[in-house]
């Protein structure tokens, strides 16, 4: 069983910067798809950005060029840079991988963000 495990959230002040983690138990190396969602308080999980085999990042609407998406396949590990943040960007951070198209992808337990006027 693949287990994604996400770190790096926490609480920050309007216009801070956070990096979240995801490790996997599993090489990325030559993973099919990977993405951020997240969840805002008394909201349904929404897509952050996602990246589909070679194709260039996609990013919300309300990333608005303020997060970035990478990854280092010696680590097995999907980051998150988010800079410029807002008490907007409040909400449990989720990642996702999927190996193969024909697999169900892997979501990991989430890290909270929260983010101070």
């Known amino acids: 069983q693949v287990q994604l495990v996400e770190s790096g959230g926490g609480l920050v002040q309007a216009g801070g910067s956070l990096r979240l983690s995801c490790t996997a138990s599993?090489?990325?190396?030559?993973?099919?798809?990977m993405g951020w969602y997240r969840q805002p308080p008394g909201k349904q999980r929404e897509l952050v950005v996602t990246?589909?085999?070679?194709?260039?990042?996609s990013y919300a609407d309300f990333v608005k060029r303020r997060f970035v998406i990478s990854r280092d396949n010696v680590k097995n590990t999907v980051y998150l840079q988010m800079n410029s943040l807002n008490p907007e960007d409040t909400g449990r951070y989720y990642c996702?991988?999927?190996?193969?198209?024909?697999?169900?992808?892997?979501w990991g337990q989430g890290t909270q963000v929260t983010v101070s006027s």
């Open positions: 990246v589909i085999d070679d194709s260039p990042a």
């Open positions: 599993r090489s990325i190396f030559s993973i099919y798809s």
């Open positions: 996702r991988i999927r190996w193969h198209l024909n697999e169900d992808p892997y």
